[in-house]
Structures are given as C-alpha cells and as structure tokens.
C-alpha cells in the first residue's frame, strides 16, 4: 500500500507504516543493551568491593579483644591515689588528661565487649565504678576502690 506524507505531498517510505506488534518484538538497539549490561556489571564489581573491604575491615572485631584492650587500658591508666583510708584527705590529686581519656577508653572497650558477650559483663560494671571514680576526683571512694581490685583480678583471668 502506498501512502502519501501530508506535509511534502509525495510518497512515504513504505518502513514507516510499521505495526505496533512489530515494534514491540523488536530488541532494543545494541547501544541500549550494551549500557544495561555495563550497568549490571558495575554494580555486581562495586558490591563486590564493597563486600570485601566490609569483610577486611575488622567489623567483627571479638569481644575477647575488647576486653583484653580495657584491660590494657586500665593498666596504662597507671597507680591511682587511695585516699579512702585518710580521715580528712588534704587535697584531691589531679590526673593528667591522658590519664582520664584511657579510663574512658577503658569503659567503653568494656561496654563494647559486655555488649557482644555477656560474660565481660562483669568487668564492664567493675570499670565503670572505677571510672566514675576516676573522672569524678573522689579517691576516697570505697566502693571505687573497690572496683578498682575486682577489675585487675577480672583482668588477670582474661
């Protein structure tokens, strides 16, 4: 069948009287399927990395080494002042600031570790009580004291 291009008066070119069924079976052009392939590619490769970096990255670090690290924290904290047994202490000793930021690192490798495994529980609260102690300058604390010896014999049996 011939048909005529209204804006130009002359004959059509018989490929655009195309069906609707036809253009549907067509594949798409090979441009189009080259994009999506490199895009599925791309993103299988960068999952990929992803996953492995994730994997390399130490995320499951154990809470066996948590602990063993508040422990060493604990102790690179050094000796603190006991003024628990002094009737009237004089004057509260100060510590240096890298002193305080390993206690604090000291409880949170212990809450890390408590939180993975409820057995380092235990070490948790005893350093707690001691960091509590520590930051709030009361060596005159009993029970601080106290979490002070529990903590190194905790530490002692990791």
């Known amino acids: 069948m011939r048909t005529v291009d209204p804006g130009t008066g002359t ?14 079976s067509k594949p798409p ?18 999952g990929g990395v992803l996953g492995l970096l994730w994997g390399l990255s130490g995320v ?8 063993v690290a508040a422990c060493q924290a604990l102790d690179r904290v ?9 009737a009237q202490p004089a004057l509260t000793p100060g510590l240096s600031s890298e002193r305080l930021h390993r206690m604090v690192a000291a409880r949170e490798l212990a809450a ?16 707690d009580g001691v960091s509590r102690m520590v930051l709030s300058l009361h060596f005159n604390d009993i029970s601080g004291q106290r979490h002070l010896t529990e903590a190194k014999e905790i530490c002692g049996r990791i």
Not at 112 to 127: E, G, S, T
């Open 60 to 67: 499951h670090a154990g809470a066996l080494e948590d602990a």
């Open 112 to 127: 890390a570790a408590a939180q993975v495994n409820a057995n380092y529980q235990p070490l948790a609260d005893q350093i």
């Open 29 to 46: 052009p090979p441009a189009r399927r080259l994009l999506v392939v490199c895009a599925v590619a791309g993103f299988l490769l960068g």
């Open 78 to 86: 050094g000796e603190l002042p006991d003024t628990s047994r002094d």
């Open 11 to 24: 004959d059509a070119d018989p490929d655009f009287d195309e069906s609707p069924a036809e253009s549907e």
